[in-house]
T-cell receptor, first 115, second 114 residues
Framework: AQTVTQSQPEMSVQEAETVTLSCTYDTSESDYYLFWYKQPPSRQMILVIRQEAYKQQNATENRFSVNFQKAAKSFSLKISDSQLGDAAMYFCAYRKSNRDDKIIFGKGTRLHILP | GAVVSQHPSWVICKSGTSVKIECRSLDFQATTMFWYRQFPKQSLMLMATSNEGSKATYEQGVEKDKFLINHASLTLSTLTVTSAHPEDSSFYIC??????????FGQGTRLTVV
């Protein structure tokens, strides 16, 4: 069965600094998707970034980038120039490429931004 | 991105009654909808997957007779918590997907059973 592990329950970073959130996963599939979702205090799930496993290039969205290491089954999220609005719960997630397949979430990392 | 609307945002009901939560995809037709439950400070736990016009597929340990899911159209899925008890109090989140794209999430429903 697929699993997603986030080993950092909480992290803190100074405003304007860079922080990296870790995620590892386990799967026997060769084709799949990986995601980072943000859940702010409003509890609305927001997609931050998405990576297709067949793509070697790391995904980037503005201040957010990932380090995708397929062989190591590692998918970390780097947030550059951290802002107060980045404070939230961050979930790493996995989905097989099948049509109707579900998303499996890690336990999450709570990120605090220190002013 | 696509918009998924969940209603109500919060609801309080008496123990023993049933409550229905709606999940609508507002600007797209969802091939699949998912229902999650989230306990405080925990991750999202998938309860069931539903496809329009067919029976929902429940995850292991989820009581299908307690959590009734109906996916009558490509834009609407409902979750009915039957004979609710205080232990059913939780945050319920739906998400909807168009084939081969990422899922979009509703804003969630906080259910409190008193």
């Amino acid at each position: 069965a697929q699993t997603v592990t986030q080993s950092q329950p909480e992290m803190s970073v100074q405003e304007a600094e860079t922080v990296t959130l870790s995620c590892t996963y386990d799967t026997s599939e060769s084709d799949y998707y990986l995601f980072w979702y943000k859940q702010p205090p409003s509890r609305q799930m927001i997609l931050v970034i998405r990576q297709e496993a067949y793509k070697q290039q790391n995904a980037t969205e503005n201040r957010f980038s990932v380090n995708f290491q397929k062989a190591a089954k590692s998918f970390s999220l780097k947030i550059s120039d951290s802002q107060l609005g980045d404070a939230a719960m961050y979930f790493c997630a996995y989905r097989k490429s099948n049509r109707d397949d579900k998303i499996i979430f890690g336990k999450g990392t709570r990120l605090h931004i220190l002013p | 991105g696509a918009v998924v609307s969940q209603h109500p945002s919060w609801v309080i009901c008496k123990s023993g009654t049933s409550v229905k939560i709606e999940c609508r995809s507002l600007d797209f037709q969802a091939t699949t909808m998912f229902w999650y439950r989230q306990f405080p400070k925990q991750s999202l736990m998938l309860m069931a997957t539903s496809n329009e016009g067919s029976k929902a597929t429940y995850e292991q340990g989820v009581e299908k007779d307690k959590f009734l899911i109906n996916h009558a159209s490509l834009t609407l899925s409902t979750l009915t918590v039957t004979s609710a008890h205080p232990e059913d109090s939780s945050f319920y989140i739906c998400s909807a997907r168009i084939m081969n794209t990422e899922a979009f999430f509703g804003q969630g429903t906080r259910l409190t059973v008193v």
